[in-house]
T-cell receptor, first 113, second 113 residues
Framework: DAGITQSPRHKVTETGTPVTLRCHQTENHRYMYWYRQDPGHGLRLIHY???????DKGEVSDGYSVSRSKTEDFLLTLESATSSQTSVYFCAIGQPSETYEQYFGPGTRLTVT | AQTVTQSQPEMSVQEAETVTLSCTYD???????LFWYKQPPSRQMILVIR??????QNATENRFSVNFQKAAKSFSLKISDSQLGDAAMYFCAYHDSGYALNFGKGTSLLVTP
């Protein structure tokens, strides 16, 4: 299995509070991704990174920001959490110039009350 | 964005039998990659099989095989000799020369003894 960890694995927070999710990889992959998974929607891309300090928006980026200061770490921040951001969040890594496969972390279940 | 459609929200198969999960996609690209991911109750996303569009030969991985029909934009997954451990949500995904995977909404597979 690819070395990808996510923290925390579960979190309950209140509406309006900031939340940061962390993804850490040991595979030295250039690309990192944040997806959210909701019933009936599959996985949808929030943001991705193609290198240190290089990030871009995905399909559902409103209300989220990201940062990548090191190759191995990719942070997802909800500046002011809303109930619509209750979801399961997955981090993934990949090398799109090579195999296009992506490997996923274990996921974080976030509940915004 | 490319669209990936899984028309079967739920499927059921008896142990030791064969089941086929359907997936269609919409694209104007000629080079792309297709994947099937498995998500068991543990929530971990597991890569099952991949297919490169330029390859005519259908991919196989042990009991898992695909039927790739490029002209019809169809990419079905066949699971032979189904086992209880195959019970999971299965996601079809598409990746072209861009940056991310596009997922279908998933098919829930139930395996009965």
């Amino acid at each position: 299995d690819a070395g990808i960890t996510q923290s925390p694995r579960h979190k309950v927070t209140e509406t309006g509070t900031p939340v940061t999710l962390r993804c850490h990889q040991t595979e030295n992959h250039r690309y990192m991704y944040w997806y959210r998974q909701d019933p009936g929607h599959g996985l949808r891309l929030i943001h991705y990174s193609y290198g240190v300090k290089d990030t871009d928006k995905g399909e559902v980026s409103d209300g989220y920001s990201v940062s990548r200061s090191k190759t191995e770490d990719f942070l997802l921040t909800l500046e002011s959490a809303t109930s619509s951001q209750t979801s399961v969040y997955f981090c993934a890594i990949g090398q799109p110039s090579e195999t296009y496969e992506q490997y996923f972390g274990p996921g974080t279940r976030l509940t915004v009350t | 964005a490319q669209t990936v459609t899984q028309s079967q929200p739920e499927m059921s198969v008896q142990e030791a039998e064969t089941v086929t999960l359907s997936c269609t996609y919409d694209t104007s690209e000629s080079d792309y990659y297709l994947f099937w991911y498995k998500q068991p109750p543990s929530r971990q996303m597991i890569l099952v099989i991949r297919q490169e569009a330029y390859k005519q030969q259908n991919a196989t991985e042990n009991r898992f095989s695909v039927n790739f029909q490029k002209a019809a934009k169809s990419f079905s997954l066949k699971i032979s000799d189904s086992q209880l451990g195959d019970a999971a949500m299965y996601f079809c995904a598409y990746h072209d020369s861009g940056y991310a995977l596009n997922f279908g909404k998933g098919t829930s597979l139930l395996v009965t003894p």
